[in-house]
C-alpha cells in the first residue's frame, strides 16, 4: 500500500500475528518466516482459501503471498485446487506435525524409565530411533552433573551403521528396511567417522543378532565404553535401542555387563510395552 505521496506503507497484520521486526533481520531469515505466515493463515476450518484471502489472514502484500505460494507449492507444502484459483495445506504439513507428537509420545514415554536406569546403574543413558539413515536421540539422562566426553544432546543425528545405540537397531530390521535405511545417505556426513561397509558391517549385526546386546568402546569419544541394547516391538523388530555408557578408566567389560544388561533389558522391555499401551510403536522416523 501506499500514501498519495509515494511513501510506501506495511500491510497491517491481522490480530494475532506479529509483525516482523526489521530489526531481527540479522538474526533471522525472514523470507522463512513470511512462508510460515502463510502456513499459519490456514486455521481450522478454513481449508481453502484463494490467494487475496491468504495475503489477508497472514498480513502480506500479494506480490509476497504470491511469491511464497509458489515456493511452498514447489516444495510440496501447498496444493493449488484444480480448475479454481484455491489453496490447501498437504499431508506434507501434516507429517510434520505427526512427526513432533510422536516424538513428544516417546520422550514422554521414556524420560522416568531412563530415569530410573540410570538411578539404578550411576551412569548416562540415552534413547534413539531411527530417521533415515542416522539414528537420532529422542532422550538422554546424564549420571549427575559429570559430562562425558562429547556432550550427545538431544535431537543429535549420527550415521546409524557407525555406533553401537544404531547397529543395535539395524541389527533388529526386517531386511527389506535394513537395506533402505543402510541405502539412505546421512543427514550429516562425517569427515571423522567413517561408516563400516558391508563386510565389516554384517559380522556385527549377526553378533548383535546372537548376544542380544553390543559392549565396546566408543567411536565418538574413545575413552568411554558403551553397552547398548534394541528396544524390540511386538512384531519381533525393533522401534528403537538404549544405551549406557561408563568411562574406559573407571569400568571394565564384565563390571559394565554385570552392573547395567539386566537393567537395561528390563528398560528396553518396559518401553515397548509402553509404546504399545499407547499405539507408538510404529513411530519409528524414516520407516
Do not use: C
Not at 502463510?38 to 500479494?62: C, N, Q, R
Request: hydrophobic share 45%.
Amino acid at each position: 500500500m501506499s500514501l498519495p505521496n509515494g511513501t510506501a506503507t506495511m500491510t497491517p497484520a491481522p490480530m494475532g500475528i506479529r509483525r516482523l521486526d526489521p530489526k531481527e533481520g540479522k538474526s533471522s531469515v525472514q523470507s522463512l518466516a513470511k512462508g510460515l505466515r502463510v502456513l499459519e493463515a490456514f486455521k481450522p476450518g478454513i481449508d481453502e482459501m484463494t490467494l487475496s484471502e491468504i495475503a489477508a489472514a497472514s498480513g502480506l502484500d500479494a506480490g509476497t503471498t504470491f511469491r511464497m505460494l509458489n515456493t511452498l507449492v514447489s516444495a510440496g507444502y501447498v496444493v493449488r485446487i484444480p480448475e479454481s484459483r484455491r489453496f490447501r495445506l498437504s499431508l506434507k504439513v501434516l507429517d510434520l506435525g505427526f512427526n513432533a507428537i510422536a516424538h513428544k509420545d516417546l520422550r514422554d514415554i521414556v524420560r522416568p524409565l531412563l530415569q530410573t536406569l540410570v538411578d539404578e546403574v550411576s551412569e548416562a543413558a540415552s534413547f534413539a530411533v531411527l530417521e533415515g539413515g542416522d539414528v537420532l536421540y529422542i532422550e538422554r539422562v546424564r549420571a549427575g552433573f559429570t559430562r562425558l566426553g562429547v556432550d550427545i544432546r538431544i535431537g543429535t543425528t549420527i550415521p546409524a551403521a557407525v555406533t553401537s545405540i544404531g547397529r543395535a537397531i539395524l541389527a533388529f530390521l526386517p531386511e527389506h528396511r535394513l537395506e533402505r535405511v543402510l541405502a539412505t545417505p546421512p543427514r550429516h556426513p562425517s569427515l571423522t567417522l567413517k561408516t563400516p561397509d558391508r563386510p565389516t558391517l554384517d559380522p556385527l549385526l549377526a553378533a548383535l543378532r546372537r548376544d542380544g546386546y553390543v559392549l565396546e568402546k566408543s567411536v565418538i569419544t574413545p575413552d568411554l565404553r558403551l553397552l547398548a541394547v534394541p528396544v524390540i516391538g511386538a512384531d519381533g523388530w525393533a522401534t528403537g535401542a538404549i544405551s549406557v555408557v561408563a568411562p574406559w578408566s573407571q569400568s571394565s567389560d564384565e563390571d559394565l555387563k554385570s552392573r547395567a544388561l539386566e537393567p537395561m533389558l528390563a528398560t528396553a522391555h518396559h518401553i515397548a510395552r509402553a509404546q504399545e499401551a499407547v499405539g507408538s510403536t510404529s513411530s519409528v522416523p524414516g520407516l
